[in-house]
């Protein structure tokens, strides 16, 4: 048993060598926090699954697919390299008292990533800038990552004038791929 901050944990040292599946009732305040932690580690990464509750909104842009609003950086962070599912819904009513939100559990398995090569990093910053604005054109939007950023859209294949909800998980695997090689390149 360890009283801690789950924040401030190195789970990787922690854990190290030894088989790990993430069950956990996340508190809602740091559970995005840790999530992301978790999907943008090595990969393949130091645990074997996450089963994961969350409010019901967080689990749906988990899971969510391009063109919906749901879709978005959790979304892509997710499922880039992994596959991530709900298992089902908790309604409010089955806490006393009932909370406000409704809940929602997720299990998420790690595979191969989608293409080889990505810094996660480079796919934080990428969906960072992209979804930031979201109503924006990409053109526009990855401004805070490059004042280049017709360059890197045609590097990618993605046409300028597209927002970051149409652009699907491979095409933000071109991005972050073309992002690197203009830093590279830099
Ligand atoms: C949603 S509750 C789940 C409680 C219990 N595990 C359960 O399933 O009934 C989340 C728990 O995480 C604790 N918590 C909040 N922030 C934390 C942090 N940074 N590190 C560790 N625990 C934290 C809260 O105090 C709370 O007890």
Known sequence: MIADDAMALDEKALFAGRPVKIVSNLPYNVGTALFVRWMTTDWQPWWQSLTLMFQREVAERIVAQPDSKAYGRLSVLSQW???????FNVPASAFTPPPKVASAIIHVTPRAPRMEGIDPKSMERVT????????????????TLTPKTEELLERAGITPTQRAETVNIDGFCKLALAWQAMNDKA
């Open 128 to 143: 960072e800038a992209a979804f930031g604005q979201r109503r924006k054109m990409l053109r526009a939007s990855l401004k």
């Open 81 to 87: 390299r992994a596959d991530p599912r709900i298992l």
